[in-house]
């Protein structure tokens, strides 16, 4: 099973990216999904999460009102907008088989490699 993250780079602040994970079996339909970011020194942390249906969503309140996530069956977007500085960082889809969203990185068992998110100031 393989979870191919993309879509991370360089941007201004108050720019905008869209990331895509798409899982590689089409079983992942019924996972959840989430996005973790993780920087150097720092544990990863929550961002945001989806339920398998689309139909429930979870964002980190330092993300609140800025970044979406949207699925289209087994793949993944999460678009930020009004980025900043502060959400540099090595961007991580997760999904986990149980279809309820959660936000502790243990729960779930598939990560895909991680892209790299660095905003300038």
Do not use: H
């Not at 990185?105 to 998110?117: A, E, H, M, S």
């Amino acid at each position: 099973v393989q979870l191919q993250a993309s879509g991370g780079g360089l941007v201004q602040a108050g720019g905008s990216l869209r990331l895509s994970c798409a899982a590689s079996e089409r079983s992942f339909i019924t996972s959840a999904m989430g996005w973790f970011r993780q920087v150097p020194g720092k544990e990863r942390e929550f961002v945001a999460a989806i339920n398998w249906s689309g139909g429930s969503t979870g964002f980190a309140d330092s993300v609140k009102g800025r970044f979406t996530i949207s699925r289209a069956e087994n793949t993944v977007y999460l678009q930020m907008n009004s980025l900043k500085p502060e959400d540099t960082a090595v961007y991580y889809c997760a999904a986990k088989r149980r279809g309820i969203l959660t936000t502790t990185p243990r729960d779930y068992g598939y990560w895909g490699q991680g892209t790299l998110v660095t905003v300038s100031s």
